[in-house]
């Protein structure tokens, strides 16, 4: 992870010529016969943009994300993610590689702001949703620390340090915890900041919604906990907690997941596997190919800053691939 300080400079950097010098990088991958795809892994999309010195998940401006795809719809050849591996193993030299633009998380966002911006650039992706918010509102636990930093609140009764720290340290230390204590933190949280909001998470009616536009929907896990440190039977409860659920209301099986925070092993990669799924997405960045694990694909996480440096991102990954 680069500084603070040399991720700015390079953000800044690469949104003046990022574009520019991706051009030749992605030209000379084209013309190889690698067999290589990307996907990519956003959050909320919406406006004002968010800040990442003061927000856990902040949100990329709706104008960026609108340029981003027409970037993507013009390079590369847009799949879902559940075909992102194949499309990878079919590619031709000449050929645009295959991107998948996944999203995680039940965001509001995701169908008011995102979804129509992709249906107008007649882009496909995949929704990675936990389905927590299906019948009532619900917020995630970040989401409701993020509130109580912002009004200032009192954070000592969770127990995870001082309320004046990095947000992004605080969200760690609750990430670290084990999962019933995390149960309870998000509990606690409620508490303080009061009911989510009306508007919070994706009702049924909203995933329907995304279906009916041509979008996939992949599982994300009912409860959201880092898989890597569940014990044997908790992460096969978090391989079947809500699916049955979310697939009554996507209108199909789920088999995709991408695994919460990120996070995934061996060990979770053999679950999501016996449990049916049939392509796992991590939070590791890296190309796709066929080589790949099917279970456990990486994923790239686009520029919050620029068009340029997500071009020579996706660029990067997918000549990194071809020295494999
Ligand atoms: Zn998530």
Redesign the pocket.
């Known amino acids: 992870m680069l500084g603070g300080a040399r991720r700015r400079a390079r953000a800044g950097f690469l949104a003046a010529v990022g574009v520019t010098l991706a051009a030749p990088v992605e030209r000379a991958a084209r013309r190889s016969a690698a067999r290589a795809g990307v996907a990519l892994v956003y ?1 909320r999309v919406g406006d004002p943009p968010g800040d990442f010195s003061r927000e856990l998940l902040p949100a990329l401006g709706s104008r960026l994300f609108a340029e981003q795809v027409r970037y993507l719809s013009a390079r590369y050849r847009l799949v879902p993610a559940s075909r992102l591996i194949d499309a990878a193993a079919e590619r031709r030299a000449g050929e645009p590689f295959p991107v998948a633009i996944t999203f ?2 039940d965001l509001r966002s995701h169908a008011e702001t995102a979804a129509p911006i992709l249906v107008r650039a007649e882009a496909p992706a995949t929704f ?1 949703l ?1 389905g927590a918010s299906l019948r009532r509102p619900h917020r ?1 636990w970040w989401e409701r620390l993020q509130e109580a930093r912002d009004r200032d609140l009192d954070l000592r009764p969770l127990g995870i340090g001082s309320a004046r720290g990095d947000i992004h340290v605080l969200g760690r230390a609750v990430e670290a915890l084990p999962a019933r204590r995390r149960d309870e933190l998000h509990a606690t949280l409620g508490r303080l900041v009061g009911p989510d909001p009306g508007n919070a998470g994706l009702r049924a009616e909203h995933v329907a919604a995304l279906v009916a536009d041509g979008f996939e929907v992949g599982f ?1 896990t009912r409860r ?1 906990h880092p898989l890597p440190g569940l014990a044997a039977a908790e992460l096969d409860a978090a391989m079947a907690e809500g699916r049955a659920e979310l697939e009554e209301v996507a209108g199909g099986r789920l088999t995709t997941i ?1 695994y ?2 990120g996070r995934a092993d061996g060990r979770v990669a053999a679950a999501a596997r016996a449990a049916g799924f049939i392509a796992g997405f991590t939070g590791s960045p890296g190309p796709v190919t066929p080589a790949s694990d099917p279970l456990l694909l990486c994923r790239v996480s686009p520029s919050y800053a620029s068009v340029g440096e997500l071009a020579v991102d996706v660029a990067l990954a997918v000549r990194s691939a071809m020295s494999r």
């Open positions: 959050h995680d998380d990675f936990t995630f994300h959201h991408a919460p925070h």
